[in-house]
């Protein structure tokens, strides 16, 4: 039998029990491992190490109830969204005023939202 890893956010059947895991790895930027030192969940389920000359935070938690693998991944969400946005920032050079871009949309889609409440 070979020995297969799950990575992301996954819920599996196990003869017949359903089990919730998640496996995911970042590269981490300072904000970041401010943001896992500050969640009083994820600052203890998180191990930092290297993998190709890189540093690596990953998160793995695996259970078998429902409503706190929820709660749980709700809060790495959050993370994870303020990870993508820091890279976002970073990565591309050729796009000016990246944060008034980013406040432009989020006004938008909060307009957006106030307009379609019922």
Do not use: C
């Not at 259970?63 to 890279?87: C, G, M, P, S, W």
């Not at 944060?99 to 989020?106: A, G, M, R, S, Y």
């Amino acid at each position: 039998m070979s020995k297969m890893k799950l990575y992301g956010i996954q819920s599996i059947n196990l003869n017949g029990v359903k089990v919730y895991t998640l496996n995911i790895s970042i590269n981490p930027s300072s904000l970041i491992l401010n943001k896992i030192i500050e969640d009083p969940v994820w600052k203890n389920m998180h191990t930092i190490g290297m993998r190709n000359g890189k540093s690596k935070v990953t998160f793995t938690y695996t259970t078998l109830d429902q409503d706190e693998f929820y709660a749980y991944t709700k809060r790495l969400h959050n993370i994870l969204f303020a990870h993508k946005v820091n890279k976002l920032m970073n990565e591309n050079p050729f796009v000016d005023r990246k944060e008034q871009i980013i406040i432009d949309t989020l006004n938008q889609i909060d307009a957006e939202k106030d307009n379609f409440i019922l």
